[in-house]
Every structure is written in C-alpha cells, then in structure tokens.
C-alpha cells in the first residue's frame, strides 16, 4: 500500500498536478501527523480526493470511473443482489451482451476471488473500475433503495386484481404503491438529467424510458397490469380526464426535487396497446441562461445581436421539437426585458415562468387562440411580443403586421434551415413583400451532443471519408486532428456529457427580401445567405468538430 502511495505521488508530480515544493512540504507534515503523503496533499487542498483515486487508478493500469453523474444501468444493478453488493463494497454499473462492469474501490481491483464469484452471479464477463469507497457506498444506498422500491411497488401493484376496473380507478391511483412508483420514476428521471419521461404500455409489460442528452436509454420495465394505475396517476396529477382513454390530451404538474420546483408537461397518445404517456421535465434553470452560454460562434452572435437590438422587426427560431428554440428565445427576452419595455408573450403552454414578463396561455376551449390573443395583445401596448409557434394563416398574418408596425417579434417556426423560413410563410399566404419587409433574421437550431472532455480520443480521420462527407479544411496545413467518443465512468460511457446548439443565422438582406418579392426557392435565397456570409448549421457543425467540442458522427446524426 505504501508503494502504491508512493507511485501516485509520483505520477500526481508527472501530471504537474502538485509541484516538488508541495511534496516536499506534506512529506514534512505526513511524518508530523502520522499521515500519508497524499493523506496531507488532499487536506491541504493541493489537490482533490477524486483526482488521487484517478491518478492512482492510472498509476496502476486500472480503469477508473466518476460516480457523481453516471448513470447506473438498473439492468446491471438487478443481476447482482443488494445483500452481496453491500457486504463486498461493489456497485454493478452497465451491462452489455456478456460483460458487466463493476465499480470497486482500488485495494478491490486485484482480487480475483470476487471476479469469480461475480462473473459465477450474474454469467457474464466481469470488468472492474475504480472509484472512490465513500461514493461506491452512497450510490449502493441510492440504487438499490430505488430497484429494491421499484420492485416492492411493481410487487403491491400487480397483486390488484382491479386495476382494469374503469369504477376502481380513481382509487386505485389514489393508493400509496401508485403514487411512490410514479414519484420513483419522475426523481430518477430528474436526477438522470433526463428532458423527458416515455412511459409506453408495449403487448407484455410497461416501458419506462428517459432522454438523456438527447438519446433515449430504459430505465425499467413493470408487469403489463400495472398499466392503467400509473398512467391514471400521471393523468390525475396532470389534471386529465382519467376516464377519456379514447383521444389525446395535454397536462401540467410540479413536484418537488431535492428542495426545488420542477415543473413536467405531460401528453398522453393512444395506442394499440393502451396509453402513452410523455412526459417533459421543464428545468427552469434553463431560463436562467445567457445567451453566451448557448455555444454561439462569434460570427452568429454578432448577426443574432445585431437583429434583436433593433426596436421592431420579425425574428423566428427554426428547428425541429426539441432543438432548443424555446431556450434560446428566452435567453433572449431575459436580455430585452428591461423596466421601461413592455414584454408580453403568448405560449401554448406556458412552459416556462418569467419575472417581469406578462405570460399569456391559449386556451382553444375558451376561444383564446393564438390569433385571438395576439389581437388582444396588441391593444396592451407591448413593445416587444413573443409568440410560442407561428401555425396558421391568421397568426402569421397579425405577427407580421405587428413588426411592420413598430413592435419587435420573437416566434417559432418548424422549417429545416433558415432559408426556408422565408418560402414557408409565403406558402402560409403571407404576400411576399410583407414577409420581405418584416423579416430581420431567422434563426435555425439543432442540439448535438458535447463530447466528454475526460474520454475523448484524437485521431486524424480519413481524407476520402473526409471529402464524401463534404468537412471543410485547411489543405495545406494537412488533415486535420478531430476527437471521437470513447466512453469512461464520467459520461456512463457514452462518450458524450451535455449537449450544445449548431446555428444557422441569416439576416434578411435587401437582396434577400427582393427574392422573397420574386417568390425565388429556397435553394436561391439559400445561395444568396451563404454569399453574403451566413454559415450553415452543418458548417457551424464542422467548426465545432474542429474545435474538439463534438464528434464527426454527431453532426452527421442530427445534421442532414
């Protein structure tokens, strides 16, 4: 034990993570107190506990693993039993066709016996990583109160023989299992950094599955009769009709997570095999963002900024569900709303609640459209009006009169890239000089997935791969070095931790909004942005690969 410390130090000095001056110092104090070096290097605050265990771990040839943000496979946790994993100190993290990896605190990592017995439990290969004891021991406690729950709740449930019973159904939603199972699922979810919740009744059994960065990973699966008694229980806390089975229907509801609010919007969709239910976690933390913090480029920025400081003008945000628009509008609005502006919105939902913004929700039951409110809001003196989604011929139309007439509006807009935004309102019935003189900028968005900066590998990619894909770079100074995901402790072994926006800005130009007078295509307009400097999402894309940010296959995955 003493060499390994001896060896960690060492390679802690190699890294440049502490100086000779500081080793020196604490092997001083060590002999003072009765410690070890690294004992004194992580109480002085020289370097952290976690970085030691790494080091140490590398030191040794071993793998190590981050358990703060990983995201442990319940299928893993539920191949070894809660009663062996506390007594050895392991905690069963993924799964995969024959493999199993484990974390096991580092004097574990050499003990072959508990290989064996691990690989004889659970039939499968077994791969040991290292982390930290006290993490290992905390996140036992968390996972397998959640699987050990999840299967007491699944248990209770599925011996109620009335849970089809159309006459039992609010009481069955009303009983403790029900309730603990779906407030399980909504805080695992939460503390997955899932944005939404699927959970799907399939012909056998109930799916539960989160997005997390994008990709959808299962969580759980529950016996089929459990169905209707969680989907009721969603619905009862969403305020749905929980008789309706027949047609969709939308809801809200908060919760409570660690001493915080969060608020999910649920959506319910009938299937062939009863309802699905969706659930979206809105993270007001979001609404808190600047738009710096939204992976702009300076060139795109500069062009963003540039339209929404003007006074008055039409500014829409593109994209398919999910992209980002919504964030991005109001990390603007959090910038435009200031004492002496009149900022007025109109959502269907409501998803997020401003300070000092008038947030209006359409209610198309009682008439409030977003046509309806609009014409409602112009009569409130706003200055600067945010419209969640541009759908119809009337709401466009209102939109675009109010930029011509002094106001500044923000909206939503579902077209594949910028330019079509153009050609979209016109085919809306829009005159084409109204949308040439209202239009400032349109602003198209994806989201790709940040590589994990722990794990990510550079390579030098293949010239022939390189041209077929059309990636952009600098001849002269060779191929270029990208990064690629490889997969560690720290993004559950993904490759990949968070997500960050591609942009598309393009300004309407004079030139511009002469071709959308012309009814030009959208090819034209296209042409013509790029002339006159816009850079295309994929473009913005390939800078970021150049940047080692994201990977070649990401922007391949969510850019066409």
Known sequence: MARRGTDTVSALAAAGLVTAAQVEEAGRLATERSQTVLEVLVDLGWVDRATVMRTAAEAAGLEYVELTDFIVDMAAVSAVPAEFARRAGILPLAREDDEILVAVALRQAGDIELKDDLSRLTGARVRFAVANRADIETRINQVYRAEGELHDITSDLEADDDADDLGNLTEVTDEAPVVRFVNLLISQAITDRA???????????????????????????????????????????????????????????????????????????????????????????????????????????????????????????????????????????????????????VEDPVEYRLAGINQVQTNAKAGLTFASALRSILRADPDIVLIGEIRDHETAQIAVEAALTGHLVLSTLHTNDAPSAVSRLIEMGIEPFLVGSALDAVLAQRLCRSLCERCKEAYVPDQAELERIGFDWDHDAGLPTVYRAAGCGSCSYTGYHGRMALHEVMTVSEEVSRLAVARASTDEIARVARDQGMVTLKADGWDKVRQGRTSIEEILRVVA
């Open 195 to 345: 944005s939404d919740i699927h959970i799907e009744p399939t012909e056998r059994d109930l799916r539960v599955r989160y997005r997390i960065d994008g990709v959808l990973h299962d969580a759980h699966r529950s016996p089929k009769n459990i169905q209707n008694g969680v989907i009721s229980r969603l619905k009862i806390m969403a305020d749905m009709n929980i008789a309706e089975r027949r047609v969709p229907q939308d809801g809200r509801m908060s919760v409570t997570h660690q001493n915080r609010r969060v608020d999910l919007r649920i959506a319910t969709l009938p299937t062939v095999w009863g309802e699905k239910v969706v659930a979206r976690i809105l993270d007001t933390s979001h609404t808190q963002l600047g738009l710096g913090d939204l992976g702009f480029s300076n060139e795109n920025f500069d062009r963003f900024e540039a339209s929404y400081s003007k006074p008055y003008g039409m500014i829409l945000a593109t994209g398919p569900t999910g992209s980002g628009k919504s964030t991005t509008l109001y990390a603007t609005l959090n910038i435009l709303n200031r004492p002496d502006v009149n900022v007025i919105t």
